[in-house]
């Protein structure tokens, strides 16, 4: 068992982590406070070559594996999640089945801008009556002459109001459940697409999310993403498990930025003449969220690795996601406390912490289903 | 006994601070009578202030060439390695202002000796001599030796007192470098002053820094005039020179200036560890914040929980009653 | 033209230290950076590549993970990369640190070395012009803003009270002070050229020195023991309203403290 990172991977980690402190870090709390997509942040990124990252060389790309890419998501998390969000959305989801997928054309049109950070892309699931449960997808495709065609609404699209692109589930026939399943890419000026109420968040601002309106919109063939009608879901394995994975890195890299912030508090806030930091109570919730973290730290790397290798990770990366967020909630709320009454404060950062880590309990998938699943996996099917 | 030489630098007719505080300590060594002091000076120096500097020397060389009519650090490390090799003398004392840090590693070179920049304080009369210096920002303190000798030493300045001085001049001796043609390469095209005349952070007495909590730049104005009064600097820290609300020559901190006032204002300041570590030897520090828990007063000898502006005009006002100054 | 860096790799600023025992070693935080002023000096010389074309190389003294700045240099830029890779050059005062870097910059054909003004380790600030005297160039020190044109450079150094400008040929050195430039953040395609590249090593012998010469054996100025800064007393409020505590601080650094 080789536990390290390699020496290549340990540089990369220490050059994310310093761009993230000098060009994301600074610019954290505005983002937050002005809910305002950052765009010329998102420029400056885009021409530093990282949305690219899970692409190939040849198309612009850094061709980096799953557990390189994990340091990358867990840092620009730690960073800002409001932007996080965004880019991680670009860099996957976002654009996955249009470089799986994609013809030439569509390609050029879309993955290359969106890897130069020139066109943002999104990925739409979500709709009011269907969150984890995809098979109660309700907007439909269905097919008229030589075309598709979408009617439907999505809901708690990240980046949907200023995406170029998206990606959209819809399905053939809503009898068939997941077994209906496809993904479509919708292009921004379609007629009939549009972008509709902007959601107001505790938490993750800065990123533009909302409700995507799609309303007789009338798309070619080589708009269907995938070989094969109908294979939506088994497509959407390809990518689950990361997405599962990804989700605890952005848990570990937010866990991580509000460790950071009670360290320091702790360690130069004095009460009763000592640094607070000396006292036991204090010094265990330090032991209790460090351990926490290190278990997650291991169970992301490990499930990315498994990704990596092509071994089964369904499992792993269930639990990940699990293990990871609920750490990262503890620790949030530990950090505020440790705070004490700046803890409550706007004008600090473990509150913007603590409201940002509330999106990783949806993201991914809820605890409740991931349970669910995991439970029926262990058990079997009775 | 052993030879003392202290580098003295000058600027039209004064004398440099670190260099008055180091003819000093030479007086108080030459009075121990186990050390022969001398100053050397370089280049362009006015009488009067070679007369200045005789009263706390008992000799006093002046090294001239015109190669020397302005600063080089080639030119200046030249003469005074030439002449050190002459006077054979046991230690080289100089200010480690922006000069003396520039060329008298240059010397140590010439010399194959040892140098010790920045030192914050000296036993000159252990054997070796230990000096202090700090590293890492001055989170910690260094003690180091020179076993050998002749060994060079730039101190900080605000580090030893200044004494007044004697009343037996020095001899003045001019000497002539001959450094050979093309020696030095370098010239001096131009200076610019900053045209504020106000006393540089680094050597400055009194300071006052204004942070955040001025909450804005012309706020600053508040810190000026209380400075204006006392004869103090304004200095900023690292988050209004970001912000441009002041000059980056003006940022006390670790990538600013490293001071060592007597006194030193915080004003609006919340005690970020790169500020303290810039300011942290200051004799006296007065922290005003609002906020009680501020860490600067963690840093602070004295702190004031309050609005910055209402006590620092108030000090203005009690000072100015104070000092008579209108 | 040839442009070459010295950079030093050392503490992050905000890395833990401790002194251990009475004082005799200090215990660091494993947290690494490349010195705050080289950065300058990197990016300073990727500047002057740009506008005059040329090389640009990066020399690192250091063992272990000091490779991490030649990686640095490379991801943002540079040609080539250097490692100073041996034991016997470490610990090293300023005077046998400034032989073994310019030992390997007189293997170069340089037309101007860049480094910081002082590595914000040590704080000595005289790596710089002494490997100016090793190698019988002139240097400019402390330089916020530097033109080169026709073989010259004009180079503006940030002193006490304002600025002086210098003019000086080249070759020269300069050492860099903030102010100077805005460090590039590096580019994926630099990061991952920067990750496979293959990196050459010098030792003292492919430098031609003796091991007493240099590092710690080499050193002319030994630091004898550490000692934690002078700890200041806890602090002491003055109370009362605006116009009550500001009477009573003027009267105690006027009285009391007689530091006005």
Same mark, same amino acid.
């Given at each position: 068992?080789?536990?390290?990172?390699?020496?290549?991977?340990?540089?990369?980690?220490?050059?994310?982590?310093?761009?993230?402190?000098?060009?994301?870090?600074?610019?954290?709390?505005?983002?937050?406070?002005?809910?305002?997509?950052?765009?010329?942040?998102?420029?400056?990124?885009?021409?530093?070559?990282?949305?690219?990252?899970?692409?190939?060389?040849?198309?612009?790309?850094?061709?980096?594996?799953?557990?390189?890419?994990?340091?990358?998501?867990?840092?620009?998390?730690?960073?800002?999640?409001?932007?996080?969000?965004?880019?991680?959305?670009?860099?996957?989801?976002?654009?996955?089945?249009?470089?799986?997928?994609?013809?030439?054309?569509?390609?050029?049109?879309?993955?290359?801008?969106?890897?130069?950070?020139?066109?943002?892309?999104?990925?739409?699931?979500?709709?009011?009556?269907?969150?984890?449960?995809?098979?109660?997808?309700?907007?439909?495709?269905?097919?008229?002459?030589?075309?598709?065609?979408?009617?439907?609404?999505?809901?708690?699209?990240?980046?949907?109001?200023?995406?170029?692109?998206?990606?959209?589930?819809?399905?053939?026939?809503?009898?068939?459940?997941?077994?209906?399943?496809?993904?479509?890419?919708?292009?921004?000026?379609?007629?009939?697409?549009?972008?509709?109420?902007?959601?107001?968040?505790?938490?993750?601002?800065?990123?533009?999310?909302?409700?995507?309106?799609?309303?007789?919109?009338?798309?070619?063939?080589?708009?269907?993403?995938?070989?094969?009608?109908?294979?939506?879901?088994?497509?959407?394995?390809?990518?689950?498990?990361?997405?599962?994975?990804?989700?605890?890195?952005?848990?570990?890299?937010?866990?991580?930025?509000?460790?950071?912030?009670?360290?320091?508090?702790?360690?130069?806030?004095?009460?009763?003449?000592?640094?607070?930091?000396?006292?036991?109570?204090?010094?265990?919730?330090?032991?209790?969220?460090?351990?926490?973290?290190?278990?997650?730290?291991?169970?992301?790397?490990?499930?990315?690795?498994?990704?990596?290798?092509?071994?089964?990770?369904?499992?792993?990366?269930?639990?990940?996601?699990?293990?990871?967020?609920?750490?990262?909630?503890?620790?949030?709320?530990?950090?505020?406390?440790?705070?004490?009454?700046?803890?409550?404060?706007?004008?600090?950062?473990?509150?913007?912490?603590?409201?940002?880590?509330?999106?990783?309990?949806?993201?991914?998938?809820?605890?409740?289903?991931?349970?669910?699943?995991?439970?029926?996996?262990?058990?079997?099917?009775? | 006994?052993?030879?003392?030489?202290?580098?003295?630098?000058?600027?039209?007719?004064?004398?440099?601070?670190?260099?008055?505080?180091?003819?000093?300590?030479?007086?108080?060594?030459?009075?121990?009578?186990?050390?022969?002091?001398?100053?050397?000076?370089?280049?362009?120096?006015?009488?009067?202030?070679?007369?200045?500097?005789?009263?706390?020397?008992?000799?006093?060389?002046?090294?001239?060439?015109?190669?020397?009519?302005?600063?080089?650090?080639?030119?200046?490390?030249?003469?005074?390695?030439?002449?050190?090799?002459?006077?054979?003398?046991?230690?080289?004392?100089?200010?480690?202002?922006?000069?003396?840090?520039?060329?008298?590693?240059?010397?140590?070179?010439?010399?194959?000796?040892?140098?010790?920049?920045?030192?914050?304080?000296?036993?000159?009369?252990?054997?070796?001599?230990?000096?202090?210096?700090?590293?890492?920002?001055?989170?910690?303190?260094?003690?180091?030796?020179?076993?050998?000798?002749?060994?060079?030493?730039?101190?900080?300045?605000?580090?030893?007192?200044?004494?007044?001085?004697?009343?037996?001049?020095?001899?003045?001796?001019?000497?002539?470098?001959?450094?050979?043609?093309?020696?030095?390469?370098?010239?001096?095209?131009?200076?610019?002053?900053?045209?504020?005349?106000?006393?540089?952070?680094?050597?400055?007495?009194?300071?006052?820094?204004?942070?955040?909590?001025?909450?804005?730049?012309?706020?600053?104005?508040?810190?000026?005039?209380?400075?204006?009064?006392?004869?103090?600097?304004?200095?900023?820290?690292?988050?209004?020179?970001?912000?441009?609300?002041?000059?980056?020559?003006?940022?006390?901190?670790?990538?600013?200036?490293?001071?060592?006032?007597?006194?030193?204002?915080?004003?609006?300041?919340?005690?970020?560890?790169?500020?303290?570590?810039?300011?942290?030897?200051?004799?006296?520090?007065?922290?005003?914040?609002?906020?009680?828990?501020?860490?600067?007063?963690?840093?602070?000898?004295?702190?004031?929980?309050?609005?910055?502006?209402?006590?620092?005009?108030?000090?203005?006002?009690?000072?100015?009653?104070?000092?008579?100054?209108? | 033209?040839?442009?070459?860096?010295?950079?030093?790799?050392?503490?992050?600023?905000?890395?833990?230290?401790?002194?251990?025992?009475?004082?005799?070693?200090?215990?660091?935080?494993?947290?690494?950076?490349?010195?705050?002023?080289?950065?300058?000096?990197?990016?300073?010389?990727?500047?002057?590549?740009?506008?005059?074309?040329?090389?640009?190389?990066?020399?690192? %003294? =250091?063992?272990?993970?000091?490779?991490? *700045?030649?990686?640095?240099? $490379? @991801?943002? &830029?540079?040609?080539? #990369?250097?490692? /100073?890779?041996?034991?016997?050059?470490?610990?090293?005062?300023?005077?046998?640190?400034?032989?073994?870097?310019?030992?390997?910059?007189?293997?170069?054909?340089?037309?101007?070395?860049?480094?910081?003004?002082?590595?914000?380790?040590?704080?000595?600030?005289?790596?710089?012009?002494?490997?100016?005297?090793? %190698? =019988?160039?002139?240097?400019?020190?402390? *330089?916020?803003?530097?033109? $080169? @044109?026709? &073989?010259?450079?004009? #180079?503006?150094? /940030?002193?006490?009270?304002?600025?002086?400008?210098?003019?000086?040929?080249?070759?020269?050195?300069?050492?860099?002070?903030?102010?100077?430039?805005?460090?590039?953040?590096?580019?994926?395609?630099?990061?991952?050229?920067?990750?496979?590249?293959?990196?050459?090593?010098?030792?003292?012998?492919?430098?031609? %020195?003796?091991?007493?010469?240099?590092?710690?054996?080499?050193?002319?100025?030994?630091?004898?023991?550490?000692?934690?800064?002078?700890?200041?007393?806890?602090?002491?409020?003055?109370?009362?309203?605006?116009?009550?505590?500001?009477?009573?601080?003027?009267?105690?650094?006027?009285?009391?403290?007689?530091?006005?």
């Amino acid at each position: 068992m080789e536990f390290s990172l390699t020496e290549e991977q340990e540089f990369f980690k220490k050059t994310v982590t310093d761009t993230i402190d000098r060009m994301v870090v600074p610019k954290a709390r505005e983002i937050d406070e002005k809910d305002e997509f950052p765009w010329e942040l998102w420029r400056q990124f885009g021409k530093l070559g990282y949305l690219g990252l899970r692409y190939p060389e040849e198309v612009g790309g850094m061709n980096a594996d799953p557990v390189t890419a994990m340091i990358f998501y867990e840092q620009i998390a730690r960073g800002s999640v409001g932007f996080a969000q965004s880019v991680i959305m670009n860099i996957l989801m976002g654009t996955y089945f249009i470089y799986r997928f994609g013809s030439d054309e569509i390609k050029a049109r879309c993955l290359y801008p969106a890897i130069k950070g020139e066109k943002i892309g999104t990925m739409c699931f979500t709709e009011d009556q269907s969150g984890s449960d995809l098979s109660a997808t309700r907007t439909t495709a269905v097919k008229e002459g030589g075309e598709w065609v979408i009617n439907g609404t999505k809901m708690w699209i990240t980046n949907g109001p200023i995406a170029d692109m998206a990606t959209v589930l819809a399905t053939t026939d809503p009898k068939l459940g997941a077994k209906g399943l496809n993904f479509f890419l919708v292009e921004k000026g379609t007629p009939g697409f549009s972008a509709g109420q902007v959601l107001d968040k505790l938490g993750c601002r800065g990123t533009v999310t909302g409700e995507l309106v799609f309303d007789n919109v009338r798309l070619p063939q080589e708009n269907l993403l995938g070989e094969e009608v109908n294979k939506g879901t088994e497509y959407l394995g390809e990518i689950l498990d990361e997405v599962r994975v990804m989700t605890g890195a952005m848990a570990l890299g937010i866990a991580q930025a509000a460790f950071d912030e009670g360290l320091e508090y702790a360690r130069k806030r004095v009460a009763f003449g000592k640094s607070i930091g000396s006292y036991q109570l204090i010094r265990a919730k330090f032991a209790d969220m460090a351990t926490d973290m290190e278990a997650s730290r291991l169970m992301i790397y490990y499930s990315a690795w498994r990704i990596k290798e092509k071994l089964s990770s369904r499992k792993e990366a269930a639990m990940t996601k699990m293990f990871a967020t609920e750490t990262c909630l503890k620790v949030v709320d530990e950090v505020t406390r440790i705070w004490g009454a700046n803890g409550f404060a706007r004008e600090y950062d473990p509150q913007r912490h603590f409201r940002d880590a509330r999106f990783l309990l949806y993201g991914g998938g809820t605890h409740e289903i991931i349970k669910d699943f995991l439970g029926r996996m262990i058990i079997g099917k009775s | 006994m052993d030879r003392i030489l202290i580098f003295v630098e000058t600027k039209g007719n004064e004398i440099k601070k670190a260099s008055l505080e180091l003819l000093s300590e030479g007086r108080n060594l030459a009075q121990t009578g186990r050390f022969a002091v001398e100053a050397v000076v370089i280049g362009e120096v006015a009488p009067s202030v070679k007369e200045a500097i005789s009263l706390y020397a008992e000799k006093v060389v002046h090294i001239v060439d015109p190669l020397l009519d302005t600063y080089a650090p080639e030119g200046y490390s030249l003469a005074l390695a030439d002449y050190a090799r002459i006077s054979q003398p046991r230690m080289i004392l100089a200010g480690a202002t922006h000069v003396g840090r520039d060329f008298l590693p240059r010397v140590a070179v010439l010399l194959e000796c040892g140098i010790a920049s920045d030192v914050t304080a000296a036993n000159w009369l252990d054997e070796p001599v230990t000096l202090v210096r700090p590293v890492y920002g001055g989170k910690v303190l260094s003690e180091v030796v020179c076993e050998e000798a002749p060994f060079l030493v730039l101190t900080r300045p605000n580090t030893f007192d200044i004494t007044g001085p004697g009343e037996k001049a020095g001899e003045v001796v001019e000497r002539h470098a001959s450094l050979p043609a093309g020696s030095v390469k370098t010239r001096m095209v131009r200076r610019e002053e900053k045209p504020r005349g106000k006393v540089d952070l680094t050597e400055a007495d009194i300071i006052i820094t204004g942070g955040r909590g001025l909450k804005a730049p012309e706020n600053f104005t508040v810190l000026e005039d209380f400075a204006a009064v006392i004869g103090g600097t304004v200095g900023a820290t690292r988050s209004v020179v970001d912000a441009k609300w002041r000059d980056q020559e003006d940022q006390v901190g670790k990538s600013g200036k490293t001071v060592s006032p007597k006194l030193y204002i915080a004003a609006g300041v919340s005690g970020a560890i790169h500020h303290i570590m810039g300011m942290d030897t200051s004799k006296v520090v007065l922290a005003i914040n609002k906020d009680p828990n501020a860490i600067i007063f963690n840093y602070a000898t004295y702190g004031i929980v309050g609005d910055l502006f209402e006590v620092i005009p108030a000090m203005t006002a009690e000072l100015k009653k104070r000092l008579g100054r209108a | 033209m040839n442009i070459v860096v010295l950079a030093k790799h050392v503490p992050d600023a905000e890395a833990l230290i401790e002194i251990k025992g009475t004082g005799e070693k200090l215990e660091i935080e494993q947290k690494f950076a490349v010195s705050l002023f080289d950065e300058f000096a990197l990016e300073e010389a990727l500047k002057i590549r740009e506008r005059l074309g040329g090389r640009v190389k990066v020399i690192t %003294l =250091g063992t272990g993970k000091a490779i991490e *700045v030649l990686r640095t240099g $490379i @991801a943002m &830029g540079a040609d080539e #990369a250097l490692l /100073l890779d041996h034991e016997a050059f470490l610990g090293g005062d300023g005077y046998a640190t400034a032989l073994s870097l310019s030992r390997a910059i007189a293997k170069e054909a340089c037309d101007i070395v860049l480094c910081g003004k002082q590595a914000v380790d040590d704080d000595r600030g005289e790596v710089g012009p002494m490997v100016a005297q090793f %190698l =019988g160039l002139p240097h400019v020190g402390s *330089v916020v803003k530097v033109d $080169i @044109a026709e &073989g010259r450079a004009m #180079a503006e150094s /940030l002193v006490e009270d304002g600025r002086v400008i210098f003019e000086v040929p080249l070759p020269a050195i300069l050492t860099t002070q903030k102010g100077l430039n805005e460090p590039r953040v590096p580019l994926v395609t630099g990061v991952m050229k920067a990750m496979k590249a293959q990196i050459p090593r010098a030792t003292p012998e492919d430098l031609g %020195l003796d091991p007493n010469q240099i590092g710690l054996a080499g050193s002319k100025v030994r630091i004898r023991r550490y000692l934690p800064p002078k700890k200041r007393s806890q602090v002491q409020f003055i109370a009362g309203d605006a116009p009550g505590a500001a009477a009573e601080a003027v009267r105690i650094l006027i009285d009391v403290e007689r530091v006005i």
